[in-house]
């Protein structure tokens, strides 16, 4: 008899703890002097853990002109993201606003019909054409309102530049010569990483728009009178190869850390990555006085080419049961206020018109990128097929600097996947 | 006629105790349905389909798989991947087997101190293998690493390179940090196994005469051959589901360049996508199925040669 008790008891238990598990979580109380308020809880997921404090204050600014309202803040990790995202979305079990990954990133979600078309929502069709590219459906309709732009840049120490009277370099030659200028006095000209083959792609990015002309090349691939194998490419790799002397030794086994302590510790003058690294070099190394060359000039340019993308926006699932409430929240998000306030909190340029950016360094490349963008061609461009040809391309340039494939290889093979792909789609 | 009765009730009160021990399998029936049946079925459905994460909607057959094997890039990828999984076998056999053997010995020869030895190459198998990956990673370090340093410092220069970051050595410097830390395990199912052999087999060895190499070749070795077979199946098990060292060191691209690719980060990469995108469940549900059936062969091939020489023995 003892021993029936027993297993009731453990059946027992276990279905009072999936009762719980399965209990309507979607309404809590809130208000202060007890007077009860029924607020509706709306779950944010996002990919930004480190974002978390800004997030909060955003939120907290929301949730003080919308009493009803309240956000839950859930980051998970970058590289987990995606498949929690997409779980959570088929299962119909998650999220009611979500992060999400520009281009190709949005493109599939909002095909598969998983979230709501936002061109309605007050102040999202305000925000610049080429942005809302990056969140939009093959249908044409935009699904989230991009909070940031990233922008690929060349970082540099002003000290170091400073002691051997060197200014920063402008063009693509002048890059070339101070990184000389600075090898030849022990100094690694610029702090590279190579391990994660992604950087690969950054740092073509950055000293490429100048050697293939900008977006008229861009505007051709896009028309498809020409591909990748075209000379003006062929020409950006020419010079992935002019700058292997300036990058530090073995710099295919370096992570971005290492790299990154290069740069902090003066050993290297230069780093090239997103500006959203200036975020991390003011925690890391708050002393250090850094200067941002924000791209470089083509011949017989005034402003240089600025590499940009959208880093992300946030959407509303159709599905959700309080999709209204999603929406409002998305509305904020879309006002100049909330872009000052991101602005301001994260160092981040915004997407929102006219914010004006706080920060010196953020203000200077919001500038050139205002005056002289220009996609990042692999990422806004080649985001698509499995694998990708971003993908492809970047473990190609692995393969070149280790003596493994030639340029030319490097091309075709990044050619034939967008053939690949095509196909793959139809 | 009481006393059958009480014994009918006996009996039943027996058979519902029996029947109750069913009911305490069944949460481990539960929890290997969901975690291991479910996903075996669904991956090899998923294999036959389409499918992008989102909607499974499209019945190809075994198109993902003649793709794996016809295409480009799949094909290439998939070989190369195929060949390090091989390699890796072929690696781990010496640097854990034989090396774990070779301790196993030493440490039934009752040396002082067996006990601590004993310990110490178990050790690492209690570690997490991210921290054991992420130490290894700053070891391995061009410029910052502990190795390259110590080589270095001892005048063996020309010796030192980007372990992690060449071709050359990234794939054994992977396979060298597994075996590090996997060894524990095997030497103390060896030494298990020698502990089991009875003495007086090596006294009578020795007193016929028989020197050490001869005794491990005759003796040692054949009677160790249960426990041989079980790691060997282990380790030919493991060399094809490693991923944790290679994730945890290389990422999940296998880089550089693909050298330390192998099936299971092929999986990865196709099914789970990279942050920028490339998802392809059916694709990388195809590669799990083959490399189930790889698996499952082998491992089955392996049993049934050492059950033969079992027999003739």
Request: glycine share 8%; charged share 20%; net charge negative.
């Amino acid at each position: 008899m003892k021993f029936k008790k027993f297993i009731l008891l453990i059946i027992l238990l276990l279905t009072s703890g999936i009762l719980f598990a399965c209990s309507d979580k979607d309404t809590t109380s809130s208000g202060d002097s007890g007077e009860k308020v029924d607020a509706v809880e709306l779950e944010l997921y996002s990919w930004r853990p480190e974002d978390r404090e800004a997030y909060e204050k955003f939120i907290e600014a929301f949730e003080a002109e919308n009493p009803g309202i309240k956000i839950n803040f859930q980051p998970f990790e970058s590289t987990e993201y995606n498949t929690i995202l997409t779980n959570s979305l088929v299962s119909g079990s998650g999220p009611d606003i979500v992060q999400l990954r520009p281009y190709s990133g949005t493109k599939s979600i909002a095909d598969n019909g998983y979230l709501a078309p936002l061109d309605d929502v007050p102040g999202v069709m305000d925000i610049e054409e080429s942005f809302l590219e990056a969140a939009k459906g093959s249908d044409g309709q935009v699904y989230g309102v991009p909070t940031t732009l990233n922008a690929g840049v060349i970082f540099y120490n002003k000290d170091i530049f400073e002691k051997y009277g060197l200014a920063a370099p402008e063009t693509w030659e002048e890059l070339l010569q101070v990184s000389e200028e600075l090898k030849s006095n022990g100094i690694t000209p610029i702090a590279q990483a190579g391990r994660a083959a992604y950087l690969l792609s950054m740092l073509h990015g950055v000293i490429s728009p100048s050697a293939y002309g900008g977006n008229d090349y861009v505007d051709e691939i896009l028309a498809g009178s020409t591909d990748l194998t075209d000379l003006k490419m062929m020409e950006t790799l020419d010079r992935m190869e002019e700058i292997e002397q300036y990058l530090p030794e073995d710099f295919i086994a370096l992570d971005d850390n290492d790299a990154q302590a290069l740069f902090y510790a003066g050993e290297a003058a230069m780093y090239i990555n997103g500006d959203y690294r200036l975020g991390t070099f003011e925690k890391n190394a708050p002393e250090m006085n850094i200067g941002i060359i924000p791209g470089l000039k083509g011949e017989g340019q005034n402003e240089p080419f600025v590499m940009n993308w959208v880093d992300g926006s946030f959407g509303v699932v159709e599905d959700s049961e309080h999709k209204e409430e999603a929406l409002k929240f998305i509305e904020y998000m879309a006002t100049k206020e909330f872009g000052q306030l991101f602005s301001d909190e994260l160092n981040r340029l915004s997407a929102i018109n006219g914010v004006e950016p706080k920060h010196e360094l953020v203000k200077q490349v919001t500038k050139a990128s205002e005056a002289n963008t220009t996609p990042y061609l692999l990422l806004v461009y080649f985001g698509e097929g499995s694998p990708t040809t971003k993908t492809v391309f970047e473990d190609s340039l692995q393969g070149m600097y280790l003596g493994e494939i030639t340029k030319e290889q490097v091309l075709e093979d990044a050619q034939k996947n967008v053939e690949r792909v095509a196909t793959e789609e139809e | 006629m009481s006393s059958h009765i009480k014994e009918k009730g006996y009996f039943q009160k027996r058979k519902l105790r029996k029947n109750m021990v069913h009911l305490f399998l069944l949460p481990a029936a539960v929890l290997y349905g969901v975690f291991q049946l479910y996903p075996l079925i669904s991956a090899a459905l998923n294999s036959f389909y389409s499918f992008n994460g989102f909607d499974r909607d499209q019945f190809i057959g075994l198109k993902n798989f003649i793709v794996l094997f016809t295409e480009e890039p799949y094909k290439g990828t998939f070989f190369n991947a195929f060949k390090h999984n091989w390699i890796y076998f072929f690696v781990t056999v010496f640097t854990q087997l034989v090396i774990s053997l070779f301790l196993a010995l030493i440490i039934h020869s009752k040396i002082k101190g067996k006990e601590i030895f004993k310990s110490i190459f178990f050790l690492p198998k209690l570690l997490s293998v991210i921290v054991i990956g992420f130490l290894f990673s700053l070891v391995l370090n061009p410029t910052r690493g502990a190795l390259n340093n110590l080589l270095e410092a001892i005048g063996l220069e020309e010796l030192t390179r980007p372990w992690l970051g060449s071709m050359d050595t990234a794939l054994f410097s992977v396979i060298f940090v597994d075996s590090w830390a996997s060894i524990g395990f095997s030497m103390l199912i060896f030494l298990a196994g020698l502990q089991a052999i009875e003495s007086e087999i090596f006294e009578a060895a020795k007193i016929d005469g028989a020197n050490w190499f001869t005794v491990l070749r005759k003796i040692t070795i054949p009677m160790l051959g249960p426990s041989l077979l079980v790691m060997s199946v282990l380790v030919f098990i493991g060399s094809f589901e490693t991923f944790e060292y290679v994730y945890a060191m290389q990422g999940s691209s296998g880089g550089p360049y693909y050298s330390t690719d192998v099936l299971t980060t092929f999986f990865y990469r196709l099914a789970f996508g990279t942050t920028d995108g490339g998802q392809s469940i059916g694709l990388g549900s195809a590669i799990a199925v083959i490399l189930f059936i790889i698996i499952g062969l082998a491992t089955t091939l392996m049993l049934l040669i050492f059950r033969r020489k079992d027999f003739e023995r």
